[in-house]
Structures are given as structure tokens and as C-alpha cells.
């Protein structure tokens, strides 16, 4: 699976986020997104596995983030 590159994403439920970086959780060693809000500046992490995978929602399946062009 690859990782997510710096840029814009969009969130499957329509939030906007900027992907920072790429970060290693301490404990475990799994590779980790940290991105930021674009609506109320908060940031997050998220393991790269769950940032990239497809989930099902409303019925169809989605990717969780989709990149945004500029």
C-alpha cells in the first residue's frame, strides 16, 4: 500500500485536510498520517492503512480520503 504524499484531501464525508506528513508510532513502529483540518485547524493521526482504505458507505464503496487537485 502506499502512503498518502503532502497535499489537499477530501474526506468521504466532505471535509477538507492537509496531509502534513508521515510520522512512526513510537510503540509499534506503524507508519502514521498526520494531517489538519482545513475547517477548524485541529490535526490528527491516522495509520496510513486507515487513511488509504475503502470503506462501504451509503451503499457504495468509497475511498476514505480522495486527493484534491489545487
Avoid: N
Amino acid at each position: 500500500m502506499h502512503a498518502p504524499v503532502p497535499g489537499r484531501y477530501r474526506h468521504f464525508k466532505g471535509g477538507l485536510y492537509q496531509v502534513l506528513t508521515l510520522a512512526l508510532h513510537t510503540e509499534t513502529g506503524e507508519q502514521l498520517v498526520i494531517y489538519r483540518s482545513e475547517q477548524d485547524g485541529e490535526v490528527y493521526a491516522r495509520p496510513v492503512t486507515m487513511f488509504m482504505e475503502w470503506i462501504e458507505h451509503q451503499g457504495e464503496v468509497v475511498s476514505r480520503f480522495t486527493p484534491v487537485g489545487e
